[in-house]
T-cell receptor, first 115, second 112 residues
């Protein structure tokens, strides 16, 4: 598989629990993005990685959200003490560069449901 | 503050006719625009883009028009096919930045 993969595809968790979402970008892609799509909303930018560095974390909704990327490849998005408003589809995308004009390739997303 | 707006949540078009999807933006600094298509349970896939130095970009059945003075872009699909049924997102960005701002999407249904 040459595309962006995400796991799990679906996650149901109880309010207050921590969850970890994983993204495997396309090999060689240096830029990696996390987005969130809540019901009836557009794609909300969360965080961007260039290599292992995250130049801008301002899109993260609260300090319960964190993300890391290791080896310039796999990224994990962690949500601590989940709340019902965290329920959404979390999408990861990667591209060959971080600047304008580079097409982003999206994974299928992780649907998170917080009960 | 929604900087990129897609005011039509849904659109139905007969097969073979033209589909026109609209997108408005408020930030005059935006100078690069993209359209993505999304099928259920899949991630969005890139469709077509346009830079602000152009007012039209064409790729097969898909054409994007940009009206900078009106801060408006549109995606034309002609002829529309049932396989085009999907949610379409427009996105905008500023040259030199990495952040794309997405609209809320328009669900297109092409009727056979």
């Amino acid at each position: 598989g040459a595309g962006v993969s995400q796991s799990p595809s679906n996650k149901v968790t109880e309010k207050g629990k921590d969850v970890e979402l994983r993204c495997d970008p396309i090999s060689g892609h240096t830029a990696l993005y996390w987005y969130r799509q809540s019901l009836g909303q557009g794609l909300e930018f969360l965080i961007y990685f260039q290599g292992n560095s995250a130049p801008d974390k301002s899109g993260l909704p609260s300090d319960r959200f964190s993300a890391e990327r290791t080896g310039g490849s796999v990224s994990t998005l962690t949500i601590q003490r989940t709340q019902q408003e965290d329920s959404a589809v979390y999408l990861c995308a990667s591209s060959t560069g971080g600047s304008l004009g580079y097409e982003q390739y999206f994974g299928p997303g992780t649907r998170l449901t917080v009960t | 503050d929604q900087q990129v707006k897609q005011n039509s949540p849904s659109l139905s078009v007969q097969e073979g006719r033209i589909s026109i999807l609209n997108c408005d933006y408020t930030n005059s600094m935006f100078d690069y625009f993209l359209w993505y298509k999304k099928y259920p349970a899949e991630g969005p896939t890139f469709l077509i883009s346009i830079s602000s130095i152009k007012d039209k970009n064409e790729d097969g059945r898909f054409t994007v028009f940009l009206n900078k003075s009106a801060k408006h872009l549109s995606l034309h699909i002609v002829p529309s096919q049932p396989g085009d049924s999907a949610v379409y997102f427009c996105a905008a960005s500023v040259t030199g930045t990495y952040k794309y701002i997405f609209g809320t999407g328009t669900r297109l249904k092409v009727l056979a």
